[in-house]
């Protein structure tokens, strides 16, 4: 857009070009051909001299509008105008700043830096599964419940001791604590887990290094993981799997996954299941 093209059909603002936003102006307009160029010069001074009239009434409110539009504009001797993107501090757009502020806005955050709700040490089934575990967006019962689904029950189909939410079948059911008092023992943690909160900005959250944060962040979700899948064994197949069977799967797949996906070094598999952190 050059400053000596007309002002009224190549300035825009929102969708809406000047000629279709200020009507009124652009019909009291002498100069309807005016340039970019000698408009905002009009406006810089008393901004009245290619009106037919003075604008008074509704047309005056335009008149104030559009000066309040066009009067902060600087224009640059024979230099051509550009497109910048307001959301970027270097006025450029791209596609990676873009999904950066798309997840800022939709995925869920604390404020721990640590949480994250990406880890390249898992698959991306994995990744998804979190995601929308967090969001409460997997179907337990009370879910669907929820969403108007007929069922006999709405207790856990594990315990039959509470109602099944997102919390009670990954963390509070007996069988998922158990398997993460297995885990934790098997870190050498003397801990407890009791939620979300715990994996991403509790006491695991000040662990020493950047590795190690990542390797027990992939062995979290894994446990999720394998859970949520013991559950619909249980719901789908009524096959009820040990705590000690979960476990190994655990062990197993988290050396498998995370072995694959880890560039810094190799990992043992005797030292990954006697002392999983001293492989970090």
């Not at 929102?14 to 309807?32: A, D, I, P, S, V």
Request: aromatic share 12%; glycine share 4%.
């Amino acid at each position: 857009m050059w400053t000596d093209t007309s002002f009224w059909d190549d300035i825009w603002v929102g969708n809406l070009c000047f000629k279709n936003r200020f009507k009124r102006l652009y019909r009291l307009e002498n100069n309807k051909n005016i340039n970019i160029r000698d408009k905002v010069a009009e406006f810089a001074g008393n901004g009245l001299g290619s009106w037919a009239y003075n604008p008074l009434g509704r047309t005056g409110a335009e008149l104030e509008e559009l000066v309040g539009l066009v009067r902060p504009v600087i224009l640059s001797v024979d230099q051509r105008d550009e497109w910048k993107w307001v959301l970027d501090a270097k006025g450029v757009f791209t596609v990676k700043r873009c999904s950066t502020l798309i997840d800022n806005a939709t995925l869920v955050r604390s404020p721990n830096p640590l949480e994250s709700l990406r880890n390249s040490l898992v698959p991306k089934k994995v990744e998804v599964f979190i995601w929308r575990a967090r969001l409460g967006r997997i179907p337990v019962r009370v879910e669907l419940d929820k969403r108007g689904i007929d069922l006999n029950s709405a207790r856990c189909p594990i315990c039959d001791n509470d109602i099944e939410t997102v919390e009670h079948i990954l963390f509070s059911c007996q069988v998922a604590k158990d398997i993460w008092s297995k885990v934790l023992r098997w870190w050498g943690y003397n801990s407890s887990i009791f939620g979300f909160s715990d994996i991403f900005c509790g006491t695991f959250g000040n662990l020493a290094y950047d590795n190690k944060k990542a390797f027990w962040q992939a062995v979290c979700w894994i446990v999720c993981y394998i859970l949520w899948k013991s559950r619909n064994a249980k719901v789908f197949k009524n096959k009820i799997e040990t705590t000690s069977s979960l476990l190994n799967e655990i062990q197993s797949l988290s050396f498998e996954w995370i072995s694959r996906r880890n560039k810094r070094n190799k990992i043992d598999w005797l030292h990954w299941f006697s002392c999983p952190s001293s492989t970090c």
